[in-house]
C-alpha cells in the first residue's frame, strides 16, 4: 500500500538558496498538506492545497510557496533560506471533506547551514 | 484562539506499568481531537482520534484516550508500556479550518 511519499528524505543548503521539496499523496486522495516541524516542537501547519490551489494558510512568509499538480502531487519551495528554516518538511495527504483522515510521510529533514 | 498543550515533556515508565500522557485542549465548539506518534527519523502515525460518541477511545496499538469535556482534556492511555512504546506523541485537534494544531510533543520513554 502506497502511503504518502517525500523526497529527499534529507538535504543540506546554504542560507540564501532556495530549495524544492516532494510530496506524492497516498492513493486516493487529492488534497495535500505541508508542516513544518522544528527540533524540540509540534508541526506547524504552512498549506494545504486542493485542485492545485492553495486553499489555507498558516503564519508563514511568503518565501514559502507551493503548488499541486494534475496527479494530486505537490512540491514545497522555500526561497532565501534562513537558517532558522532548518526543520523536518511534514506532508500529509488526505480526501477532500475527511477531517480524520490524514496520512503523514515520513518528512524531509532540511538542514541550511 | 486554538490550541493544545502536553504539559509534561518527558513521561517515563517501567514496562509493564500504566502510562498517561497528558493533554488539554481549548477549542470552541466541539473538538476533533487526536493522537499521533512519532519514532525517530519517521513521519507521523495515527493512534486515535475522538470525534464524537463515547469519551473512552480506543486506537492502535492497545491506546486509548479519555475524552473530558469539563476538563478539557484528552490524556493518552494504556493498562501495560511496551519498550517499544518509546517514542514522541504528539496531541491535537483539528482547527475547523483545514489545519490540525499540535502540541509541543511528550517524549515516552519505557525503561525495560
Known amino acids: 500500500d502506497a502511503g504518502v511519499t517525500q523526497s529527499p528524505t534529507h538535504l543540506i543548503k546554504t542560507r540564501g538558496q532556495q530549495v524544492t521539496l516532494r510530496c506524492s499523496p497516498k492513493s486516493g486522495h487529492d488534497t495535500v498538506s505541508w508542516y513544518q516541524q522544528a527540533l524540540g516542537q509540534g508541526p506547524q501547519f504552512i498549506f494545504q492545497?486542493?485542485?492545485?490551489?492553495?486553499?489555507q494558510r498558516g503564519n508563514f512568509p511568503d518565501r514559502f510557496s507551493g503548488h499541486q499538480f494534475p496527479n494530486y502531487s505537490s512540491e514545497l519551495n522555500v526561497n532565501a533560506l534562513l537558517l532558522g528554516d532548518s526543520a523536518l518538511y511534514l506532508c500529509a495527504s488526505s480526501l477532500t471533506g475527511q477531517v480524520y483522515g490524514y496520512t503523514f510521510g515520513s518528512g524531509t529533514r532540511l538542514t541550511v547551514v | 484562539a486554538q490550541s493544545v498543550a502536553q504539559p509534561e515533556d518527558q513521561v517515563n515508565v517501567a514496562e509493564g506499568n500504566p502510562l498517561t500522557v497528558k493533554c488539554t485542549y481549548s477549542v470552541s465548539g466541539n473538538p476533533y481531537l487526536f493522537w499521533y506518534v512519532q519514532y525517530p527519523n519517521r513521519g507521523l502515525q495515527f493512534l486515535l482520534k475522538y470525534i464524537t460518541g463515547d469519551n473512552l477511545v480506543k486506537g492502535s496499538y492497545g491506546f486509548e484516550a479519555e475524552f473530558n469535556k469539563s476538563q478539557t482534556s484528552f490524556h493518552l492511555k494504556k493498562p501495560s508500556a511496551l519498550v517499544s512504546d518509546s517514542a514522541l506523541y504528539f496531541c491535537a485537534v483539528y482547527s475547523g479550518t483545514y489545519k490540525y494544531i499540535f502540541g509541543t510533543g511528550t517524549r515516552l520513554k519505557v525503561l525495560a
Open positions: 492545497y486542493y485542485e492545485e490551489e492553495e486553499r
